[in-house]
Structures are given as structure tokens and as C-alpha cells.
T-cell receptor, first 119, second 112 residues
Framework: NAGVMQNPRHLVRRRGQEARLRCSPMKGHSHVYWYRQLPEEGLKFMVY????????ESGMPKERFSAEFPKEGPSILRIQQVVRGDSAAYFC?????????????????FGSGTRLTVV | DAKTTQPPSMDCAEGRAANLPCNHSTISGNEYVYWYRQIHSQGPQYIIH???NNETNEMASLIITEDRKSSTLILPHATLRDTAVYYC?????????????FGGGTRVLVKP
């Protein structure tokens, strides 16, 4: 029973390139959340998606960042024209829909993250 | 979600109990207290959660005061592998889409 899978684990991009981060939620989970952790800082919420819909993107930078969760396949966090300040760990989490959450509500399950380094 | 306050850091001796406090004086009646931890470079890991009763699982115990304005996470026999940042979060449970808001957490260092 695989957990939340993120790939790649490490990604190096030159300034101006595009970065694509992938997240496959746990089996049966239909909600995906992306968080960013800058070096020596806490985790910051970026975006919450359900299949084919962005529900809450209040934490997403206004430019260059986008996210999707297509009907088939993993969720993608896309960063265009990366800059050095985008260097961070990006974590994905998933959860089941409210109707499927049991009495044992474990909240979110997080992946191991993608560490993006912009050079 | 209600805001939480935690000490920035604490040390603990290996084999001893670690007691991690958390203040959440503005917690609402339908909000649960959740604890997560983040071991260096890894994704956050769920530990335990509770509403008003004390809770215990294989990892830890959670003690919530009667007025629910504060709580304590107890690691009964701390090991070196428990060195991590521990986050106390309050949120409405079973509400899909209710994002987690992480504060600064408590950096726990377990020493041999």
C-alpha cells in the first residue's frame, strides 16, 4: 500500500528553466495539497486540488506557479522561469474525501518531498 | 483555524519522557488538536489528534486541559530517532480541504 509518491526527489534547474514536480496521492485519496518549505523555514500551504479542480490556491504566488490534478495521472506543480528564490522543498499531501474519512481521522498523509535547487 | 503557540526548542534525555506544551487559547468547539512531526528533510508525519479527551496511541499520548486552551504531547520514552520538529495544529477534523497551517513548531533534540 504505497503512500504519497513524489518525484523526482531532487531536481536541479538553471535560472529561467521550467520545473515540474509530480505527486501521486495515496490510493483512494481524491484531495491533494501542495506545501513549500524554504530553507530553515516552516511549511507554507500553496494550493489544494481535487480531480480536475483547483479548490484553494490562496498560497500560490501570483506568477510563474501553476498546479493541476488531471482526471488521470498525478498532480503536477509547475514553476516557469525559475529563480534562485524558488529553491525549496516542495511537499505534497493527500487525504480522502470527507465522506470517506473514518473515525480514525489521520488527517493528511505527506510525501517525502521534492528538493528543488535553482542554480 | 485557531493559532497555536509552542516553545521554539527543547532538549530531552534519551529514555526519558518528553513533554511538549502547546497553547491554543482561541480554539473553537469543533476544532481538534493535531500533532505532526518533521524529521530532518522528511515529510511531516501524523502523530496523534484529539478533541477534548486524552488520547494515546503507539507513538504518544495527548493531554488536553479541561478548558481546551492548551495541550501537552507526551513521548513516553524518547529515543534519538524522535529528534524532530513537532507541530501542534488545530483544525476542524473530517473536513476535506481544510488546509493545515503550520507554525514554527518545537525543535526537539533527544540527547544520549
Amino acid at each position: 500500500n504505497a503512500g504519497v509518491m513524489q518525484n523526482p526527489r531532487h531536481l536541479v534547474r538553471r535560472r529561467g528553466q521550467e520545473a515540474r514536480l509530480r505527486c501521486s496521492p495515496m490510493k483512494g485519496h481524491s484531495h491533494v495539497y501542495w506545501y513549500r518549505q524554504l530553507p530553515e523555514e516552516g511549511l507554507k500551504f500553496m494550493v489544494y486540488l481535487q480531480k480536475e479542480n483547483i479548490i484553494d490556491e490562496s498560497g500560490m504566488p501570483k506568477e510563474r506557479f501553476s498546479a493541476e490534478f488531471p482526471k488521470e495521472g498525478p498532480s503536477i506543480l509547475r514553476i516557469q522561469q525559475v529563480v534562485r528564490g524558488d529553491s525549496a522543498a516542495y511537499f505534497c499531501a493527500s487525504s480522502p474525501s470527507a465522506s470517506r474519512q473514518t473515525g480514525q481521522d489521520y488527517g493528511y498523509t505527506f510525501g517525502s518531498g521534492t528538493r528543488l535547487t535553482v542554480v | 483555524d485557531a493559532k497555536t503557540t509552542q516553545p521554539p526548542s527543547m532538549d530531552c534525555a534519551e529514555g526519558r519522557a518528553a513533554n511538549l506544551p502547546c497553547n491554543h487559547s482561541t480554539i473553537s468547539g469543533n476544532e481538534y488538536v493535531y500533532w505532526y512531526r518533521q524529521i530532518h528533510s522528511q515529510g511531516p508525519q501524523y502523530i496523534i489528534h484529539g478533541l477534548k479527551n486524552n488520547e494515546t496511541n503507539e507513538m504518544a499520548s495527548l493531554i488536553i486541559t479541561e478548558d481546551r486552551k492548551s495541550s501537552t504531547l507526551i513521548l513516553p520514552h524518547a529515543t534519538l530517532r524522535d529528534t524532530a520538529v513537532y507541530y501542534c495544529i488545530v483544525r476542524v477534523a473530517k473536513a476535506a480541504g481544510n488546509k493545515l497551517t503550520f507554525g514554527g513548531g518545537t525543535r526537539v533534540l533527544v540527547k544520549p
